[in-house]
């Protein structure tokens, strides 16, 4: 009995350091996918489509205003764009200038990421329609993702103003996306604090939830 009073009291000890520890150094659990950027299956720009096109984000996330989860677009909001842009400024001006120079007709400039996608919707470019309705999927890679016990709902922070960036940094300049946060329990807390000291005038007026049950339910 005396050893387990012992154990128990070393763990209780061990586990109240450690919040004690994490409310100044931002505790973590191991597995933190801070700085990880993978290859996705086409090379989308953040930094192009909300950067220098200032595409607002919920267009193609639009799940983050009404749900937990902001979702990966379908390859068809892809489209409404892209069925007719086909390749960049860049690529467009040096084949007007090449038939210039050659005294040729203008030929349908299609770059290869976008060809990507025309492949995944079955979009065919020789007869400008949809020639495949199975086409074949893209398979994104989830860049943040939070561990099974947590709850994250983007529609809570999305109503209450949070902008993407506190979470994702600044997407709009990143050719790849990557996880720029830690996203740990530490650093989710220290941002409600900030938001309930009244300091932060983005957020006058507002709380934000320091219960367990709330992310942990």
Known sequence: MIRWNVSILICLTLIGGGLIYGRNVNLNVPG?????????PL????????????????????????SPRAGIPAANTCMNCHKFVMASWEQTKIEELNAAEEKRDLQLVVSPEIKKLYDAV??????LAYADTTGNNLEWLRVHDLPDFVFFDHSRH???????????GAV??????SQESDLSMGWCIECHRDVNSGDNPDFQGKYASLSCAVCHY
């Open 122 to 127: 079955g979009y065919s470019t020789e007869s």
């Open 172 to 177: 709009e300049t990143m050719e790849t996306v």
């Open 32 to 40: 933190s996918n801070q700085g990880f950027a993978p290859q996705q």
């Open 158 to 168: 999305v109503i209450a103003d949070v902008a993407c960036q506190t979470c994702h």
């Open 43 to 66: 090379a989308f720009s953040h930094r192009v489509h909300s950067g220098d096109l200032a595409i607002d984000c919920l267009y193609c996330h639009f799940g983050a205003e009404k």
